[in-house]
Protein backbone atom coordinates (compact mmCIF):
# COMPACT_ATOMS: atom_id res chain seq x y z
CA UNK A 1 0.00 0.00 0.00
CA UNK A 2 1.28 3.67 -0.79
CA UNK A 3 1.47 6.24 1.63
CA UNK A 4 0.61 9.28 -0.14
CA UNK A 5 -0.21 12.08 1.84
CA UNK A 6 -4.09 12.79 0.45
CA UNK A 7 -5.05 15.18 3.66
CA UNK A 8 -4.03 16.96 6.89
CA UNK A 9 -5.45 18.84 9.99
CA UNK A 10 -3.29 21.41 10.82
CA UNK A 11 -5.13 22.30 14.56
CA UNK A 12 -4.15 26.32 15.08
CA UNK A 13 -4.87 26.91 18.06
CA UNK A 14 -7.04 25.88 20.97
CA UNK A 15 -8.97 29.09 21.23
CA UNK A 16 -12.71 29.21 20.70
CA UNK A 17 -15.42 31.07 20.81
CA UNK A 18 -17.78 28.35 21.57
CA UNK A 19 -17.63 25.87 23.96
CA UNK A 20 -18.90 22.55 22.13
CA UNK A 21 -20.08 19.29 23.47
CA UNK A 22 -18.35 17.06 21.54
CA UNK A 23 -15.23 18.75 21.00
CA UNK A 24 -11.62 16.95 20.52
CA UNK A 25 -9.99 19.55 21.60
CA UNK A 26 -11.24 20.32 24.91
CA UNK A 27 -10.98 23.98 23.02
CA UNK A 28 -10.24 26.72 25.45
CA UNK A 29 -12.39 29.96 25.86
CA UNK A 30 -10.48 32.73 23.18
CA UNK A 31 -9.07 34.71 26.27
CA UNK A 32 -7.31 31.55 26.99
CA UNK A 33 -4.40 29.35 25.89
CA UNK A 34 -2.35 29.74 23.08
CA UNK A 35 0.78 29.87 24.69
CA UNK A 36 2.49 27.53 22.24
CA UNK A 37 1.02 27.96 19.37
CA UNK A 38 2.94 27.47 15.82
CA UNK A 39 3.80 30.69 14.96
CA UNK A 40 3.15 32.26 11.72
CA UNK A 41 6.53 31.44 10.27
CA UNK A 42 6.19 27.94 11.77
CA UNK A 43 3.17 27.09 10.03
CA UNK A 44 4.32 28.26 6.70
CA UNK A 45 7.93 25.96 6.99
CA UNK A 46 5.31 23.05 7.32
CA UNK A 47 3.36 24.04 4.78
CA UNK A 48 6.26 24.55 2.42
CA UNK A 49 8.14 21.04 3.85
CA UNK A 50 4.81 19.14 2.56
CA UNK A 51 4.85 20.59 -0.38
CA UNK A 52 8.58 19.74 -1.23
CA UNK A 53 6.69 16.30 -1.64
CA UNK A 54 3.54 16.71 -2.58
CA UNK A 55 1.15 19.41 -4.03
CA UNK A 56 -1.19 17.16 -4.55
CA UNK A 57 -2.41 17.32 -0.58
CA UNK A 58 -5.50 19.18 0.94
CA UNK A 59 -4.78 21.20 4.01
CA UNK A 60 -7.15 21.95 6.49
CA UNK A 61 -6.73 24.49 8.87
CA UNK A 62 -8.58 23.67 11.63
CA UNK A 63 -9.03 24.38 15.46
CA UNK A 64 -10.30 25.23 18.13
CA UNK A 65 -11.41 28.22 15.80
CA UNK A 66 -8.86 28.83 13.08
CA UNK A 67 -10.87 32.42 12.03
CA UNK A 68 -9.63 33.58 15.76
CA UNK A 69 -5.52 33.67 14.06
CA UNK A 70 -5.21 36.82 12.23
CA UNK A 71 -2.88 35.49 10.04
CA UNK A 72 -5.16 32.71 8.76
CA UNK A 73 -5.01 34.19 5.01
CA UNK A 74 -1.52 34.55 4.84
CA UNK A 75 -1.32 31.35 5.67
CA UNK A 76 -3.79 29.86 2.91
CA UNK A 77 -1.89 32.46 0.31
CA UNK A 78 1.49 30.75 1.19
CA UNK A 79 0.12 27.39 1.12
CA UNK A 80 -2.03 28.59 -2.17
CA UNK A 81 1.42 29.61 -4.06
CA UNK A 82 3.02 26.33 -3.28
CA UNK A 83 0.01 24.22 -5.35
CA UNK A 84 -1.26 23.23 -1.63
CA UNK A 85 -4.86 22.77 -2.20
CA UNK A 86 -6.04 24.95 1.14
CA UNK A 87 -9.75 24.90 2.99
CA UNK A 88 -10.87 25.73 6.44
CA UNK A 89 -12.91 23.94 9.05
CA UNK A 90 -14.67 26.30 11.44
CA UNK A 91 -17.68 26.98 13.22
CA UNK A 92 -19.01 29.47 10.98
CA UNK A 93 -19.73 32.43 13.53
CA UNK A 94 -16.81 34.63 12.95
CA UNK A 95 -17.69 34.34 8.70
CA UNK A 96 -18.52 37.77 7.64
CA UNK A 97 -18.60 38.64 4.71
CA UNK A 98 -15.47 40.39 4.59
CA UNK A 99 -13.56 37.61 6.06
CA UNK A 100 -14.82 35.49 3.11
CA UNK A 101 -13.51 37.77 0.91
CA UNK A 102 -10.37 38.14 1.91
CA UNK A 103 -9.77 33.89 2.85
CA UNK A 104 -11.32 33.40 -1.39
CA UNK A 105 -8.75 36.30 -2.53
CA UNK A 106 -6.08 34.75 -0.83
CA UNK A 107 -6.82 31.34 -2.35
CA UNK A 108 -9.02 29.24 -0.10
CA UNK A 109 -10.29 26.49 -2.16
CA UNK A 110 -13.38 26.03 0.27
CA UNK A 111 -14.93 26.35 3.95
CA UNK A 112 -15.93 23.45 6.29
CA UNK A 113 -19.31 24.87 8.41
CA UNK A 114 -20.32 22.72 11.08
CA UNK A 115 -24.17 22.96 11.93
CA UNK A 116 -25.50 20.19 14.49
CA UNK A 117 -28.93 20.96 13.94
CA UNK A 118 -31.79 22.61 11.72
CA UNK A 119 -33.35 24.12 14.74
CA UNK A 120 -32.04 27.01 16.27
CA UNK A 121 -32.52 26.33 19.93
CA UNK A 122 -30.50 22.58 19.92
CA UNK A 123 -27.09 24.13 17.73
CA UNK A 124 -27.08 26.53 20.43
CA UNK A 125 -27.15 24.27 23.17
CA UNK A 126 -25.07 21.92 21.54
CA UNK A 127 -22.47 24.60 21.11
CA UNK A 128 -22.69 26.21 24.26
CA UNK A 129 -23.39 29.83 22.45
CA UNK A 130 -26.70 31.46 22.27
CA UNK A 131 -27.17 33.23 18.43
CA UNK A 132 -24.61 30.88 17.14
CA UNK A 133 -27.28 29.04 14.44
CA UNK A 134 -28.29 32.08 13.20
CA UNK A 135 -24.43 33.76 12.24
CA UNK A 136 -23.37 30.18 11.27
CA UNK A 137 -25.99 30.12 8.46
CA UNK A 138 -25.23 33.59 7.84
CA UNK A 139 -21.63 32.71 7.07
CA UNK A 140 -23.07 29.77 4.51
CA UNK A 141 -24.64 32.90 2.65
CA UNK A 142 -21.53 34.98 2.32
CA UNK A 143 -19.47 32.21 1.05
CA UNK A 144 -22.35 31.65 -1.31
CA UNK A 145 -22.88 35.00 -2.26
CA UNK A 146 -19.07 35.13 -3.13
CA UNK A 147 -18.73 31.80 -4.93
CA UNK A 148 -16.66 30.67 -2.06
CA UNK A 149 -17.49 26.84 -2.04
CA UNK A 150 -18.85 25.01 1.10
CA UNK A 151 -19.32 21.86 2.86
CA UNK A 152 -21.68 21.18 5.72
CA UNK A 153 -20.11 19.33 8.74
CA UNK A 154 -22.84 17.61 10.98
CA UNK A 155 -21.92 15.88 13.49
CA UNK A 156 -24.63 12.81 14.26
CA UNK A 157 -25.39 11.35 18.21
CA UNK A 158 -28.70 10.41 19.42
CA UNK A 159 -29.65 13.82 20.00
CA UNK A 160 -29.88 14.65 16.42
CA UNK A 161 -29.51 11.30 14.60
CA UNK A 162 -33.14 11.62 13.57
CA UNK A 163 -32.22 15.11 11.39
CA UNK A 164 -30.16 13.08 8.76
CA UNK A 165 -32.87 13.41 5.96
CA UNK A 166 -33.61 17.12 6.94
CA UNK A 167 -30.18 17.63 7.04
CA UNK A 168 -29.46 16.55 3.42
CA UNK A 169 -32.25 18.37 2.19
CA UNK A 170 -30.54 21.34 3.56
CA UNK A 171 -27.57 20.96 2.35
CA UNK A 172 -28.52 20.66 -1.37
CA UNK A 173 -31.19 23.85 -0.99
CA UNK A 174 -28.61 25.72 0.47
CA UNK A 175 -26.20 25.32 -2.33
CA UNK A 176 -23.79 23.42 -0.08
CA UNK A 177 -20.94 20.95 -2.20
CA UNK A 178 -20.38 18.10 0.27
CA UNK A 179 -22.35 16.92 3.50
CA UNK A 180 -19.93 15.21 5.84
CA UNK A 181 -21.74 13.48 8.42
CA UNK A 182 -19.07 12.70 11.54
CA UNK A 183 -19.64 9.87 13.71
CA UNK A 184 -17.85 10.86 17.79
CA UNK A 185 -15.03 9.27 18.69
CA UNK A 186 -15.75 10.06 22.77
CA UNK A 187 -12.53 11.81 23.90
CA UNK A 188 -12.05 15.59 24.81
CA UNK A 189 -15.26 17.15 25.84
CA UNK A 190 -16.98 14.16 24.16
CA UNK A 191 -15.89 11.75 27.07
CA UNK A 192 -18.80 13.18 28.76
CA UNK A 193 -21.19 12.41 25.89
CA UNK A 194 -22.58 8.95 24.92
CA UNK A 195 -21.80 8.11 21.65
CA UNK A 196 -25.34 6.68 19.24
CA UNK A 197 -25.60 3.24 19.65
CA UNK A 198 -23.84 0.49 17.09
CA UNK A 199 -27.88 -0.29 16.12
CA UNK A 200 -28.23 3.41 15.24
CA UNK A 201 -25.02 3.87 13.88
CA UNK A 202 -25.78 1.41 11.25
CA UNK A 203 -29.33 2.52 10.50
CA UNK A 204 -27.36 6.15 9.52
CA UNK A 205 -24.87 4.58 7.47
CA UNK A 206 -27.33 3.04 5.44
CA UNK A 207 -29.62 5.44 5.10
CA UNK A 208 -26.11 7.80 4.00
CA UNK A 209 -25.05 5.66 1.39
CA UNK A 210 -29.19 5.20 0.02
CA UNK A 211 -28.89 9.31 -0.17
CA UNK A 212 -25.80 9.00 -2.09
CA UNK A 213 -27.00 7.26 -4.31
CA UNK A 214 -30.33 9.24 -4.93
CA UNK A 215 -28.62 12.53 -5.13
CA UNK A 216 -26.96 14.33 -7.91
CA UNK A 217 -26.50 17.56 -6.54
CA UNK A 218 -24.94 16.48 -3.17
CA UNK A 219 -21.85 14.54 -1.97
CA UNK A 220 -22.46 12.92 1.08
CA UNK A 221 -19.90 11.15 3.33
CA UNK A 222 -19.55 9.54 6.44
CA UNK A 223 -16.50 10.22 8.33
CA UNK A 224 -14.70 8.68 11.52
CA UNK A 225 -17.15 5.97 10.08
CA UNK A 226 -15.21 3.29 8.03
CA UNK A 227 -18.12 0.93 7.97
CA UNK A 228 -19.78 3.13 5.46
CA UNK A 229 -17.27 1.07 2.98
CA UNK A 230 -18.97 -1.97 3.79
CA UNK A 231 -22.08 -0.84 3.65
CA UNK A 232 -21.45 0.57 0.27
CA UNK A 233 -20.13 -2.53 -0.29
CA UNK A 234 -23.17 -4.70 0.61
CA UNK A 235 -25.42 -2.36 -0.81
CA UNK A 236 -24.06 -2.69 -4.21
CA UNK A 237 -20.53 -4.52 -4.96
CA UNK A 238 -20.11 -2.17 -7.71
CA UNK A 239 -20.76 0.86 -5.70
CA UNK A 240 -17.57 3.97 -6.67
CA UNK A 241 -17.64 4.38 -2.97
CA UNK A 242 -15.25 1.47 -2.10
CA UNK A 243 -11.52 0.48 -2.52
CA UNK A 244 -12.95 -2.64 -4.24
CA UNK A 245 -12.98 -0.12 -7.24
CA UNK A 246 -9.95 2.11 -6.54
CA UNK A 247 -11.21 4.92 -4.01
CA UNK A 248 -9.44 4.90 -1.25
CA UNK A 249 -11.39 7.79 0.85
CA UNK A 250 -14.41 7.74 3.23
CA UNK A 251 -13.04 4.95 5.66
CA UNK A 252 -10.36 5.48 8.19
CA UNK A 253 -7.06 7.01 6.45
CA UNK A 254 -5.12 7.23 9.88
CA UNK A 255 -1.46 7.12 9.71
CA UNK A 256 -2.20 6.20 6.00
CA UNK A 257 -3.27 8.87 3.90
CA UNK A 258 -4.49 11.22 6.82
CA UNK A 259 -2.62 12.63 10.03
CA UNK A 260 -3.18 16.00 11.95
CA UNK A 261 -0.64 18.84 13.52
CA UNK A 262 -1.52 20.18 17.10
CA UNK A 263 -1.31 23.75 17.99
CA UNK A 264 1.85 22.44 19.72
CA UNK A 265 3.37 20.95 16.71
CA UNK A 266 2.73 17.63 17.54
CA UNK A 267 2.31 15.00 14.86
CA UNK A 268 -0.29 12.34 15.60
CA UNK A 269 -2.58 9.89 13.47
CA UNK A 270 -5.95 11.43 13.50
CA UNK A 271 -7.71 13.31 16.11
CA UNK A 272 -8.71 10.68 18.12
CA UNK A 273 -5.65 8.90 18.53
CA UNK A 274 -3.58 10.93 21.43
CA UNK A 275 -0.24 9.22 20.91
CA UNK A 276 2.04 11.81 19.41
CA UNK A 277 4.92 10.37 17.32
CA UNK A 278 7.17 13.20 16.98
CA UNK A 279 7.37 17.32 16.57
CA UNK A 280 7.47 19.29 13.36
CA UNK A 281 9.71 21.68 15.90
CA UNK A 282 11.98 19.06 16.56
CA UNK A 283 12.07 17.30 13.12
CA UNK A 284 10.60 17.30 9.53
CA UNK A 285 7.62 16.37 8.91
CA UNK A 286 8.36 13.74 6.32
CA UNK A 287 10.81 12.22 8.66
CA UNK A 288 8.02 11.52 11.20
CA UNK A 289 5.47 10.52 8.87
CA UNK A 290 7.25 7.94 7.17
CA UNK A 291 9.06 6.28 10.48
CA UNK A 292 6.49 7.10 13.13
CA UNK A 293 6.14 3.45 14.24
CA UNK A 294 2.28 3.96 15.51
CA UNK A 295 1.77 4.76 11.46
CA UNK A 296 3.66 1.89 9.82
CA UNK A 297 1.23 -0.56 12.26
CA UNK A 298 -1.71 1.62 10.78
CA UNK A 299 -0.41 1.16 7.12
CA UNK A 300 0.39 -2.98 8.07
CA UNK A 301 -2.36 -3.75 10.39
CA UNK A 302 -2.67 -6.86 12.51
CA UNK A 303 -6.45 -6.67 13.73
CA UNK A 304 -7.95 -8.75 16.77
CA UNK A 305 -11.03 -10.04 17.51
CA UNK A 306 -13.76 -10.02 15.01
CA UNK A 307 -11.93 -6.93 12.85
CA UNK A 308 -9.25 -10.06 12.17
CA UNK A 309 -11.71 -12.82 10.97
CA UNK A 310 -13.94 -10.24 8.72
CA UNK A 311 -14.25 -10.45 5.16
CA UNK A 312 -14.63 -6.47 5.05
CA UNK A 313 -11.32 -6.16 6.95
CA UNK A 314 -9.45 -4.77 3.80
CA UNK A 315 -12.42 -2.24 2.71
CA UNK A 316 -13.34 -0.91 5.94
CA UNK A 317 -11.27 -2.68 9.41
CA UNK A 318 -12.98 -0.72 11.43
CA UNK A 319 -12.03 2.25 13.44
CA UNK A 320 -8.78 2.19 15.23
CA UNK A 321 -9.62 5.16 17.74
CA UNK A 322 -12.70 3.81 19.05
CA UNK A 323 -10.79 0.75 20.99
CA UNK A 324 -7.85 3.24 22.00
CA UNK A 325 -10.49 4.97 23.94
CA UNK A 326 -11.93 2.69 25.52
CA UNK A 327 -8.72 1.09 27.11
CA UNK A 328 -7.95 -1.38 24.62
CA UNK A 329 -5.64 -2.01 22.46
CA UNK A 330 -4.78 0.30 18.46
CA UNK A 331 -5.57 -3.26 16.74
CA UNK A 332 -8.61 -4.59 18.96
CA UNK A 333 -12.07 -5.37 17.55
CA UNK A 334 -13.68 -1.58 16.71
CA UNK A 335 -16.62 -1.88 19.54
CA UNK A 336 -19.19 0.26 17.79
CA UNK A 337 -19.65 -2.38 14.49
CA UNK A 338 -22.49 -4.91 14.92
CA UNK A 339 -21.22 -6.63 11.83
CA UNK A 340 -20.48 -10.12 12.36
CA UNK A 341 -17.85 -12.15 10.09
CA UNK A 342 -19.35 -14.22 7.73
CA UNK A 343 -16.44 -16.69 7.37
CA UNK A 344 -15.83 -15.74 3.38
CA UNK A 345 -12.84 -15.21 1.80
CA UNK A 346 -11.53 -11.16 2.37
CA UNK A 347 -12.68 -9.23 -0.39
CA UNK A 348 -9.85 -7.60 -1.83
CA UNK A 349 -8.92 -3.28 -2.55
CA UNK A 350 -8.82 -2.69 -6.91
CA UNK A 351 -5.03 -3.32 -7.93
CA UNK A 352 -3.15 -1.01 -9.83
CA UNK A 353 -2.24 -2.83 -12.74
CA UNK A 354 0.93 -1.28 -14.34
CA UNK A 355 1.83 -3.84 -16.78
CA UNK A 356 1.00 -1.45 -19.84
CA UNK A 357 1.70 2.47 -20.50
CA UNK A 358 -1.81 4.18 -20.40
CA UNK A 359 -1.61 7.69 -22.34
CA UNK A 360 -4.32 10.79 -21.75
CA UNK A 361 -5.43 12.89 -24.45
CA UNK A 362 -4.70 16.80 -24.34
CA UNK A 363 -8.11 17.40 -23.46
CA UNK A 364 -8.22 14.63 -20.62
CA UNK A 365 -5.29 16.43 -19.30
CA UNK A 366 -6.53 19.50 -18.80
CA UNK A 367 -9.99 18.22 -17.02
CA UNK A 368 -7.49 15.91 -14.62
CA UNK A 369 -5.97 18.94 -14.05
CA UNK A 370 -8.88 20.80 -12.81
CA UNK A 371 -9.49 18.18 -9.99
CA UNK A 372 -8.31 19.29 -6.77
CA UNK A 373 -5.16 18.05 -6.28
CA UNK A 374 -6.01 15.50 -3.46
CA UNK A 375 -8.34 13.23 -5.48
CA UNK A 376 -6.15 13.92 -8.65
CA UNK A 377 -4.32 10.54 -7.64
CA UNK A 378 -7.53 8.83 -7.01
CA UNK A 379 -9.35 9.72 -10.49
CA UNK A 380 -6.18 9.43 -12.39
CA UNK A 381 -5.93 5.52 -11.38
CA UNK A 382 -9.59 4.93 -11.33
CA UNK A 383 -9.85 6.17 -15.11
CA UNK A 384 -6.90 4.12 -16.41
CA UNK A 385 -7.95 1.12 -14.75
CA UNK A 386 -11.81 1.86 -16.43
CA UNK A 387 -9.64 2.15 -19.92
CA UNK A 388 -7.57 -0.92 -19.48
CA UNK A 389 -10.48 -2.79 -18.27
CA UNK A 390 -12.21 -1.98 -21.65
CA UNK A 391 -9.18 -2.94 -23.71
CA UNK A 392 -7.80 0.74 -24.68
CA UNK A 393 -4.77 2.53 -23.96
CA UNK A 394 -6.37 6.47 -24.08
CA UNK A 395 -7.72 8.29 -21.73
CA UNK A 396 -10.05 10.24 -23.25
CA UNK A 397 -12.93 13.57 -21.87
CA UNK A 398 -15.63 10.46 -22.70
CA UNK A 399 -14.23 8.19 -20.15
CA UNK A 400 -13.93 10.85 -17.84
CA UNK A 401 -17.49 11.55 -18.26
CA UNK A 402 -18.40 8.22 -18.03
CA UNK A 403 -16.67 8.09 -14.39
CA UNK A 404 -18.03 11.01 -13.16
CA UNK A 405 -22.00 10.15 -14.16
CA UNK A 406 -20.84 7.46 -11.40
CA UNK A 407 -20.45 9.78 -9.18
CA UNK A 408 -16.63 9.65 -8.74
CA UNK A 409 -13.87 11.79 -7.95
CA UNK A 410 -14.54 15.02 -9.94
CA UNK A 411 -18.49 15.58 -9.58
CA UNK A 412 -18.41 19.08 -7.48
CA UNK A 413 -21.81 20.35 -8.63
CA UNK A 414 -22.08 23.71 -10.35
CA UNK A 415 -25.21 25.15 -11.63
CA UNK A 416 -25.01 26.99 -14.25
CA UNK A 417 -26.30 26.66 -18.00
CA UNK A 418 -22.61 25.65 -19.71
CA UNK A 419 -22.13 23.02 -16.85
CA UNK A 420 -24.55 20.67 -15.88
CA UNK A 421 -25.02 17.12 -15.66
CA UNK A 422 -29.04 15.33 -16.36
CA UNK A 423 -30.51 15.56 -12.63
CA UNK A 424 -33.47 12.57 -11.98
CA UNK A 425 -33.25 10.87 -15.59
CA UNK A 426 -34.06 14.41 -17.50
CA UNK A 427 -31.80 15.51 -20.30
CA UNK A 428 -30.49 18.71 -19.89
CA UNK A 429 -31.71 21.74 -21.62
CA UNK A 430 -29.76 23.79 -23.77
CA UNK A 431 -29.39 27.50 -23.03
CA UNK A 432 -29.03 30.08 -25.93
CA UNK A 433 -26.17 32.65 -25.74
CA UNK A 434 -28.47 35.27 -25.48
CA UNK A 435 -30.31 33.35 -22.21
CA UNK A 436 -26.88 33.15 -20.57
CA UNK A 437 -26.14 36.67 -20.94
CA UNK A 438 -29.04 37.64 -19.32
CA UNK A 439 -28.55 34.97 -16.45
CA UNK A 440 -25.16 36.05 -16.15
CA UNK A 441 -25.96 39.41 -15.72
CA UNK A 442 -28.24 38.52 -12.50
CA UNK A 443 -27.21 38.99 -8.92
CA UNK A 444 -25.38 36.04 -7.55
CA UNK A 445 -27.75 35.30 -4.88
CA UNK A 446 -30.92 35.04 -7.36
CA UNK A 447 -28.73 33.59 -10.25
CA UNK A 448 -29.25 29.96 -9.09
CA UNK A 449 -32.81 30.29 -8.03
CA UNK A 450 -33.71 31.64 -11.57
CA UNK A 451 -31.68 29.07 -13.62
CA UNK A 452 -34.16 26.14 -11.75
CA UNK A 453 -37.21 28.65 -12.45
CA UNK A 454 -36.74 28.81 -15.85
CA UNK A 455 -35.73 25.14 -16.64
CA UNK A 456 -38.63 24.29 -14.16
CA UNK A 457 -41.23 26.16 -16.83
CA UNK A 458 -39.58 25.01 -20.33
CA UNK A 459 -40.00 21.40 -18.97
CA UNK A 460 -43.28 21.95 -18.03
CA UNK A 461 -44.12 23.46 -21.79
CA UNK A 462 -42.24 20.81 -23.06
CA UNK A 463 -39.56 23.19 -24.80
CA UNK A 464 -35.81 21.59 -25.74
CA UNK A 465 -33.86 24.90 -24.54
CA UNK A 466 -34.38 28.19 -22.63
CA UNK A 467 -34.55 30.92 -24.88
CA UNK A 468 -34.24 34.93 -24.06
CA UNK A 469 -38.31 34.94 -25.55
CA UNK A 470 -39.27 32.48 -22.55
CA UNK A 471 -36.84 34.82 -20.34
CA UNK A 472 -38.37 37.77 -21.59
CA UNK A 473 -42.24 36.29 -20.85
CA UNK A 474 -41.47 35.49 -16.94
CA UNK A 475 -39.80 38.43 -16.48
CA UNK A 476 -43.08 40.21 -17.14
CA UNK A 477 -44.83 38.15 -15.00
CA UNK A 478 -48.71 37.48 -14.57
CA UNK A 479 -49.57 41.28 -13.67
CA UNK A 480 -51.98 42.24 -16.00
CA UNK A 481 -53.22 45.09 -13.89
CA UNK A 482 -51.88 48.53 -13.61
CA UNK A 483 -50.14 49.13 -10.35
CA UNK A 484 -52.33 52.02 -8.67
CA UNK A 485 -50.31 54.98 -7.02
CA UNK A 486 -49.42 54.79 -3.83
CA UNK A 487 -49.42 58.10 -0.93
CA UNK A 488 -46.47 58.32 0.51
CA UNK A 489 -47.76 57.69 4.02
CA UNK A 490 -48.67 54.21 2.79
CA UNK A 491 -45.49 53.66 1.21
CA UNK A 492 -43.26 54.61 4.27
CA UNK A 493 -45.92 52.16 6.59
CA UNK A 494 -45.23 49.12 4.26
CA UNK A 495 -41.46 49.93 4.66
CA UNK A 496 -41.60 50.19 8.81
CA UNK A 497 -43.71 47.02 8.42
CA UNK A 498 -41.18 44.95 6.61
CA UNK A 499 -38.32 46.62 8.13
CA UNK A 500 -39.13 44.04 11.09
CA UNK A 501 -38.50 41.15 8.57
CA UNK A 502 -35.10 39.95 7.15
CA UNK A 503 -33.81 41.64 4.15
CA UNK A 504 -34.04 38.27 2.43
CA UNK A 505 -37.78 37.35 3.41
CA UNK A 506 -38.40 41.31 2.67
CA UNK A 507 -37.21 41.09 -0.84
CA UNK A 508 -39.40 38.23 -1.66
CA UNK A 509 -42.99 39.43 0.53
CA UNK A 510 -42.64 42.69 -0.84
CA UNK A 511 -44.86 42.00 -4.06
CA UNK A 512 -47.12 39.98 -2.57
CA UNK A 513 -47.64 42.20 -0.03
CA UNK A 514 -47.62 45.49 -2.37
CA UNK A 515 -50.41 43.63 -4.80
CA UNK A 516 -52.17 42.81 -2.08
CA UNK A 517 -52.83 46.35 -0.89
CA UNK A 518 -53.57 47.13 -4.20
CA UNK A 519 -56.21 45.01 -4.48
CA UNK A 520 -58.14 46.24 -0.62
CA UNK A 521 -57.39 49.82 -2.82
CA UNK A 522 -59.60 48.63 -5.20
CA UNK A 523 -62.13 46.49 -2.99
CA UNK A 524 -63.37 50.30 -1.39
CA UNK A 525 -63.03 51.95 -5.18
CA UNK A 526 -60.16 53.92 -4.35
CA UNK A 527 -57.54 54.88 -7.07
CA UNK A 528 -54.84 55.69 -4.82
CA UNK A 529 -53.58 53.25 -2.00
CA UNK A 530 -53.60 54.45 1.67
CA UNK A 531 -52.15 53.28 4.78
CA UNK A 532 -55.48 51.80 5.58
CA UNK A 533 -55.09 49.56 2.81
CA UNK A 534 -51.60 48.33 3.92
CA UNK A 535 -52.67 48.08 7.82
CA UNK A 536 -55.94 45.93 6.51
CA UNK A 537 -53.54 43.45 4.63
CA UNK A 538 -51.17 43.06 7.26
CA UNK A 539 -53.97 42.40 10.13
CA UNK A 540 -56.02 39.98 7.70
CA UNK A 541 -56.83 37.11 9.34
CA UNK A 542 -55.83 34.28 6.89
CA UNK A 543 -57.49 31.32 8.68
CA UNK A 544 -59.65 30.49 5.85
CA UNK A 545 -56.53 29.25 3.88
CA UNK A 546 -55.73 25.05 4.64
CA UNK A 547 -52.15 23.71 4.03
CA UNK A 548 -51.70 20.00 2.78
CA UNK A 549 -49.18 18.27 4.56
CA UNK A 550 -46.52 18.09 2.04
CA UNK A 551 -46.66 21.73 0.92
CA UNK A 552 -46.36 22.81 5.11
CA UNK A 553 -43.72 20.10 5.39
CA UNK A 554 -41.67 22.47 2.56
CA UNK A 555 -42.23 25.56 4.60
CA UNK A 556 -41.09 24.11 7.57
CA UNK A 557 -37.57 22.93 6.05
CA UNK A 558 -36.85 26.52 5.13
CA UNK A 559 -34.54 28.28 7.23
CA UNK A 560 -36.19 29.89 10.31
CA UNK A 561 -35.44 33.65 9.13
CA UNK A 562 -37.40 33.37 6.18
CA UNK A 563 -40.45 30.69 6.89
CA UNK A 564 -42.69 33.22 8.19
CA UNK A 565 -42.90 35.09 5.39
CA UNK A 566 -42.86 32.75 2.68
CA UNK A 567 -45.77 31.12 4.51
CA UNK A 568 -47.68 34.47 4.87
CA UNK A 569 -46.69 35.23 1.15
CA UNK A 570 -48.41 31.90 0.22
CA UNK A 571 -51.58 32.42 2.06
CA UNK A 572 -52.10 35.75 0.03
CA UNK A 573 -51.32 34.32 -2.79
CA UNK A 574 -53.75 31.24 -2.04
CA UNK A 575 -56.63 33.74 -1.17
CA UNK A 576 -55.87 36.00 -4.18
CA UNK A 577 -56.56 32.95 -6.63
CA UNK A 578 -59.28 31.37 -4.36
CA UNK A 579 -57.31 28.07 -3.48
CA UNK A 580 -58.91 26.38 -0.25
CA UNK A 581 -55.74 24.32 0.16
CA UNK A 582 -52.12 25.10 -0.69
CA UNK A 583 -50.46 22.08 -2.26
CA UNK A 584 -46.77 21.87 -3.52
CA UNK A 585 -46.75 22.58 -6.83
CA UNK A 586 -49.39 26.01 -5.90
CA UNK A 587 -46.06 27.20 -3.49
CA UNK A 588 -43.59 25.68 -6.85
CA UNK A 589 -45.82 28.81 -8.96
CA UNK A 590 -45.74 31.01 -5.77
CA UNK A 591 -42.42 30.99 -6.03
CA UNK A 592 -41.81 31.40 -9.60
CA UNK A 593 -43.53 34.35 -9.70
CA UNK A 594 -42.20 35.97 -6.65
CA UNK A 595 -38.60 35.44 -7.90
CA UNK A 596 -39.23 36.99 -11.15
CA UNK A 597 -40.86 39.63 -9.39
CA UNK A 598 -37.70 40.06 -7.64
CA UNK A 599 -35.85 40.24 -10.80
CA UNK A 600 -37.93 43.38 -11.51
CA UNK A 601 -37.51 44.98 -8.65
CA UNK A 602 -33.98 44.44 -8.66
CA UNK A 603 -33.32 45.56 -12.61
CA UNK A 604 -35.10 48.71 -11.25
CA UNK A 605 -32.74 49.38 -8.53
CA UNK A 606 -29.84 49.14 -11.24
Known sequence: ????????????????????????????????????????????????????????????????????????????????????????????????????????????????????????????????????????????????????????????TERNAHEVQSMIDFATASGAHVLNVFFLVCTGRGESMSDISPARYEQVLRQLVEAQENSRDLIIRARCAPHYKRIAYEHNPESPLTRAQGYEGGGCLAGIHYCRVTPEGAVTACPYIPDEEGSIREQGFWEIWDEAPSFERLRNPELRGKCGKCEYQKLCGGCRARPLAMGGDLMDADPWCGHMPSGRAVIQPLAETAADEISWTEDASRRLERIPGFLRKMVRKRAENHVRSLGEHTVTTDHLSTLAAKRFGDSFPVKRPDDRKPVGGTKPLAWTAEAVTWLEQLPDFLRDGIFTVAEDVARGEGRLEVNIRLLRRLEAGDSSEPGLPWEDSATTLLNELLAQRSPQAALFVRPTLQNAAEREARRRSAIVVACEDVEKVFSTDLAGVSWSTEALQRVESAPDFVRAGIKKAAEFNARREGIETIMPEDLTRFRNRAMMKAVRRMKGFG
Open 1 to 156: MDNDLFLIAVNLTRRCNLTCAHCYMDAETRHSGGKDELNTEEVRKLLTDIASRSNETMVVLTGGEPLLRRDLADLVRHGNSLGLTMVIGTNGVLLTEQRVQSLKSAGAMGMGISLDSLDPASHDSFRGCSGSWEKTLAGMDHCRRHDLPFQVHFSV
